[in-house]
T-cell receptor
């Protein structure tokens, strides 16, 4: 069975600074995808970044980068130059590959960006 | 990206009544849709997997007679909470599978905006 652990219930970061949100996972699958989603107070799930288990390079999407360490089973999200609008819940999630499987979510980390 | 809608976005109902939540894929066909539930300050938990034209597959602990799922077309899945009780109050989110992307092995799935249900 798959399991996602996020050990930081809440994080604070100063505006314009970088922050790392931790995520570790457990799976016996060989092929899987790791995702990060942002959930503001409105509740919508906003896709941020994806990393495939076979991808050799760390994924990057604008200010978001994923620090993927396969041997350690970790997939930390790094947000550079934090903005006030980054304040939200952040969920690390996993999906078994190939197609058609559901997400398994971690408990989430609430990020607060301070002015 | 593809668009998934949910209706209603929020609903308040009395205990004992039933409420139907719709999940629609607006610009693609979704053979598979997933229903998740999120209690306050908690994570999303999968309730059931809905495949067009067949019976839904429910996760352990989810009552299939209470949470009726119908995936009658490639663009619409509905979740009906029957005889709702206050403990059913939650945020219900669907996601729809849009098919494969350019990346190997990966299919694209998109979330709806969610439906907040309050049972009084």
């Amino acid at each position: 069975a798959q399991k996602i652990t996020q050990t930081q219930p809440g994080m604070f970061v100063q505006e314009k600074e970088a922050v790392t949100l931790d995520c570790t996972y457990d799976t016996s699958d060989q092929s899987y995808g790791l995702f990060w989603y942002k959930q503001p107070s409105s509740g919508e799930m906003i896709f941020l970044i994806y990393q495939g288990s076979y991808d050799e390079q760390n994924a990057t999407e604008g200010r978001y980068s994923l620090n993927f360490q396969k041997a350690r089973k970790s997939a930390n999200l790094v947000i550079s130059a934090s903005q006030l609008g980054d304040s939200a819940m952040y969920f690390c999630a996993m999906r078994e590959l190939p197609y058609g499987q559901n997400f398994v979510f971690g408990p989430g980390t609430r990020l607060s960006v301070l002015p | 990206g593809a668009v998934v809608s949910q209706h209603p976005s929020w609903v308040i109902c009395k205990s004992g009544t039933s409420v139907k939540i719709e999940c629609r894929s607006l610009d693609f066909q979704a053979t598979t849709m997933f229903w998740y539930r999120q209690f306050p300050k908690q994570s999303l938990m999968l309730m059931a997997t809905s495949n067009e034209g067949s019976k839904a597959t429910y996760e352990q602990g989810v009552e299939k007679d209470k949470f009726l799922i119908n995936h009658a077309s490639l663009t619409l899945s509905t979740l009906t909470v029957t005889s709702a009780h206050p403990e059913d109050s939650s945020f219900y989110i669907c996601s729809a599978r849009a098919g494969t992307s350019g990346s190997p092995f990966v299919d694209e799935q998109y979330f709806g905006p969610g439906t907040r249900l309050t049972v009084t």
